[in-house]
Structures are given as structure tokens and as C-alpha cells.
């Protein structure tokens, strides 16, 4: 099977490969990909690719760092 686009396939497989070795952050391997992180959540998704899946531990230091940059004021 030939693929249409063989740089966009590298550039995946870089994303992949940088994200499951910890290399790249969720983040980082979405801007890569040029793609929200929701987007680039689906794209692992469809890959079958759980490795370093957002959890609740990813939630926590999202939460934490909201709450580092928007104090909230009573």
C-alpha cells in the first residue's frame, strides 16, 4: 500500500514514536501534528495507540496549573 502524502506518514510516525517514548508531551505531539489536543486524542484512538492515555493524573496537573494561572478570588 502506497500512501499519498509519505512526509505527513513520517511526521505521524515522529509524533507517535516522540509521544510513546515520553519524548513529546501530549501537547507537543499535537502542535506537530497541527492538531488540538482532542484531535490528536482521536488520532491515537484510531490507531489503537493507549499508551500514556490522558488520565486522572494528566487531569490533576491540568487542574493545578489552571488554578497556578487563574487564582480565584473570593
Known sequence: MQHSNPARVALEVLAIEGYRSEALSHAEAS???????????????????????????????????????????F
Open 31 to 73: 502542535r506537530l501534528l497541527s492538531v488540538s489536543r482532542f484531535e490528536f486524542e482521536g488520532f491515537l484512538k484510531d490507531r489503537q495507540i493507549t499508551e500514556h492515555a490522558y488520565g486522572l493524573d494528566d487531569l490533576a496537573c491540568d487542574l493545578e496549573s489552571i488554578a497556578s494561572r487563574h487564582p480565584v478570588k
